[in-house]
């Protein structure tokens, strides 16, 4: 079974950077790809990035393309998004999710593509 529990969400001022992670208390961690996604206050839920099982393949958003950087350790099943030279706008929940299937660009960035979802941690940037 995966369980999802996100952590390393704050407040960091715009240009700042952090890490927030996601770790899985279950034993398959290595089989599913992996992703996050966010919510900011208002919208709904978006893409952010997504990682391959051996984490060889990655997949960004254009809104955080060269700016963030998804990576995995399956060793410590941990998922990780470095996210450098935050704006305002990357204000959200963010959260993991785990899918059993294929890393496929066109359906990695749908949320129909995951079975399990973390509880989400929350990142403010402030101006």
């Known amino acids: 079974q995966v369980q999802l529990v996100e952590s390393g969400g704050g407040l960091v001022q715009a240009g700042g950077s952090l890490r927030v992670s996601c770790a899985d208390s279950g034993r398959t961690f290595s089989s599913y790809v992996m992703a996050w996604f966010r919510r900011a206050p208002g919208k709904e839920r978006e893409f952010v990035s997504a990682?391959?099982?051996?984490?060889?393949?990655?997949n960004y958003a254009d809104s955080v393309k060269g700016r963030f950087t998804i990576s995995r350790d399956n060793a410590k099943n941990t998922l990780y998004l470095q996210m450098n030279s935050l704006k305002p706008e990357d204000t959200a929940i963010y959260y993991c999710?785990?899918?059993?299937?294929?890393?496929?660009?066109?359906?990695?960035?749908?949320?129909?593509?995951?079975?399990?979802w973390g509880q989400g941690t929350q990142v403010t940037v402030s101006s």
């Open positions: 999710a785990a899918g059993l299937t294929s890393f496929e660009i066109a359906t990695m960035h749908e949320e129909t593509s995951y079975d399990y």
């Open positions: 990682i391959s099982w051996n984490g060889g393949n990655t």
